[in-house]
């Protein structure tokens, strides 16, 4: 009989599986990237093993994932080593084509879709809402209780 858990999990799934080192430090190159481009995250760095977490997770629900991920190393190797590392970010995050394309054709689309706009995602789950003045999302709909400070939401 299957759990949901069993359900939800790709049936070729590895169960534990590893993000390389150098795979793991362009992805988080990417997300250090976001917080600078949008301003929405000073000091990305307490939040390096929830990005790792998240990228094994994706990898055991979606094996393809892994796919996503070195792809989009090879795709910024190739922007930062034509046009900077500024420069090569940034069009990332801004060429017009890269969100349109759907399904993604492109490399860098495909980048952008499946790598980029959802560390972006998490990015702003981790806090980057607080950047656009949100008091109350700290991954919780009010606010955490936390013992002897008051609530965010409460003047």
């Excluded at 080192?21 to 995250?41: H, K, P, S, T």
């Excluded at 084509?97 to 054709?105: G, L, T």
């Amino acid at each position: 009989m299957f759990t949901l858990q069993d359900i939800a999990k790709n049936p070729i799934s590895d169960s534990t599986p590893e993000v390389p080192g150098d795979l793991f430090e362009a992805m988080w190159q990417i997300f250090v990237a976001i917080g600078r481009f949008w301003g929405n995250m000073a000091d990305p760095a307490p939040h390096r093993i929830q990005l790792y977490n998240f990228m094994i997770n994706r990898i055991k629900l979606y094996p393809i994932y892994r796919a996503y991920y070195a792809t989009a190393k090879l795709v910024m190797e190739e922007l930062t080593g034509k046009y900077g590392a500024d420069e090569g970010y940034r069009r990332l995050f801004t060429d017009n084509q890269a969100d349109i394309e759907n399904p993604p054709q492109s490399a860098l689309a495909l980048t952008r879709q499946m790598v980029s706009n959802q560390f972006v995602a998490l990015q702003l789950s981790l806090g980057g809402f607080k950047a656009y003045g949100a008091l109350n999302y700290c991954g919780y709909p009010c606010g955490p209780y936390i013992p002897g400070v008051p609530a965010p939401y409460r003047t």
